[in-house]
């Protein structure tokens, strides 16, 4: 059971209260009388003019309206009423096509094909608000909207994630490779490495470095670690555009600056 307050004060031309005004409710456009309660919770429909519904010395009156949900004598919200006053010695009033209810309708969650599914008169359209529950009691794994999950292993780009496969086999694959990565103010991709093993190739040394910029042939600097000098490497060999092969002439730990 649910009610909606009316309420309102009559007065005249000089707005002075108009006391003992007889108050009318009827149906919008029409001269059938309206259900009405004189009590927010408890009584019985009635009707204003079995009520003998009149202003109080204030020129106040009120009633109460049921909506959809009363049991007996209630109105859906789309239903508008008309409202009259009248007094001997006062000009009578009306005023037609009252809205009594809120304008904010429920949300129908289960129409996606009629004409109201767009209408808005509610928080979210019908049509925005299609088959909410059944998203968000959905285990994220049955994939709501159509979206997978990131599987971090694969490489594919399809859209049907919020971001692909492949771009996360990128970023984990940084995140779990040897180095470090930034982005310079030039917007350039920066990676660190500590290179501490090497592979021995004869007389030289090498160590597969993964930078994961998209850049075949990056900038790359190389000190000493005991002694921050900066050292010529014995050559740079590009693997891929996501890995470099540096070759050195000792087998001393290095710090490697890679920008891309």
């Given amino acids: 059971m649910a009610r909606i307050h009316y309420w309102q004060y009559i007065v005249n031309e000089d707005g002075e209260p108009v006391e003992n005004a007889i108050i009318r409710f009827y149906l919008a456009d029409s001269t059938t009388e309206a259900e009405v309660f004189l009590h927010p919770t408890a009584g019985t429909t009635t009707t204003s003019s079995v009520a003998e519904l009149v202003t109080n010395s204030n020129g106040f009156f009120e009633v109460w ?41 429920q949300v129908d969650e289960t129409d996606n094909i009629s004409q109201n599914r767009s209408v808005r008169n509610k928080l979210v359209s019908n049509e925005l608000a299609y088959n909410w529950e059944s998203h968000i009691t959905k285990a994220a794994i049955e994939g709501p909207h159509g979206f997978a999950a990131v599987d971090y292993n694969d490489t594919n780009t399809t859209y049907n994630k919020l971001v692909s496969n492949n771009l996360m086999n990128f970023v984990f694959s940084i995140l779990t490779s040897g180095g470090s990565v930034s982005i310079a103010a030039s917007a350039a991709a920066v990676r660190t490495f500590s290179v501490t093993s090497w592979t021995a190739d004869g007389s030289v040394y090498y160590s597969n470095l993964d930078h994961f910029i998209g850049n075949g042939y990056p900038i790359v600097q190389v000190r000493y670690t005991a002694t921050n000098e900066t050292v010529e490497p014995y050559k740079i060999k590009s693997i891929n555009t996501d890995r470099i092969q540096l070759w050195m002439s000792t087998n001393d730990n290095v710090e490697v600056t890679i920008i891309g």
């Fill in 65 to 105: 309206f049921g909506d959809e949900l009363e049991n007996t004598g209630g109105y859906e919200a789309s239903q508008k009423f008309k409202l009259t006053w009248s007094k001997a010695g006062i000009a009578s009033g009306v005023i037609n096509k009252i809205d009594i209810y809120p304008t904010v309708f």
